[in-house]
């Protein structure tokens, strides 16, 4: 039976995630259009209020541990020492994969992209000053993708069960991430929701990169050496 070339069955493999990466992008585009009002939207102080009075205190301790964590002058020493974990227990192509996703978190530090103010503790609407607060949520966006990073690269290079409990724990830290976010008052909900499809999009693109490596790089043994495959 005839087989189509390594690189056609590449683009095969990688098509859906680019579809995925295109639908996350649009709703996060939607929710960025949506936001741009000033003020906040329908039903955000509500669920703010109603998440600020209601979490428990067993989230409200992890979340207390969560933001310190990823703060800008933490965020690239967790990122780093996350990425080295990744490339002394999988080697330098997971390593890469992880790299990769870390660079893209870049996209939405570097400056807010709506002005939108942090909920004050009486959970109302204030000025906007640059760097504190805004959208999207920058503790969302590096949550989905750095995590989401390790456990792209734990399917291809670790075994079944270990890549389930990973990706297990991921999906519980950011869900946890998002709510505590809110509940903290540190972001209205739509800032959160905001980051997780941006988060979620750039990912799509992450794990299309690391499906599409090997045959994209089948004739640049140079580049191969560099990401890390065997025989290179």
């Known amino acids: 039976m005839l087989q189509a070339p390594a690189h056609r069955l590449g683009r095969l493999s990688t098509r859906p995630r680019l579809v995925l990466a295109g639908g996350f992008a649009l709703g996060a585009g939607l929710v960025t259009a949506l936001v741009r009002q000033d003020g906040p939207v329908g039903g955000e102080v509500t669920l703010t209020r109603w998440l600020h009075d209601h979490t428990p ?94 456990v792209v690269a734990a399917r291809r290079h670790a075994s079944p069960n270990l890549a389930r409990r990973l990706a297990i724990l991921v999906v519980a830290t950011v869900a946890l991430t998002c709510w505590t976010r809110v509940s903290r008052l540190e972001h209205w909900p739509l800032d959160v929701v905001g980051g997780l499809l941006m988060g979620l999009a750039a990912l799509q693109v992450v794990a299309w990169a690391a499906d599409a490596s090997d045959p994209l790089t089948a004739e640049h043994p140079r580049l191969r050496r560099l990401i890390g495959f065997p025989g290179t």
């Open 57 to 150: 205190g067993a989230v409200s301790a992890i979340g207390a541990v969560l933001d310190p964590l990823i703060t800008d002058l933490t965020a690239p020493v967790v990122f780093a020492v996350i990425a080295l974990a990744t490339w002394s227990r999988w080697g330098r192509q997971a390593a890469t994969v992880v790299v990769l996703a870390g660079c893209l978190t870049a996209l939405t530090r570097i400056g807010d992209v709506v002005q939108r103010p942090r909920p004050t503790s009486q959970i109302e609407w204030t000025t906007y000053s640059f760097g504190n607060g805004g959208y999207p949520s920058g503790h969302v966006v590096f949550t989905v993708l750095v995590l989401g990073g390790v």
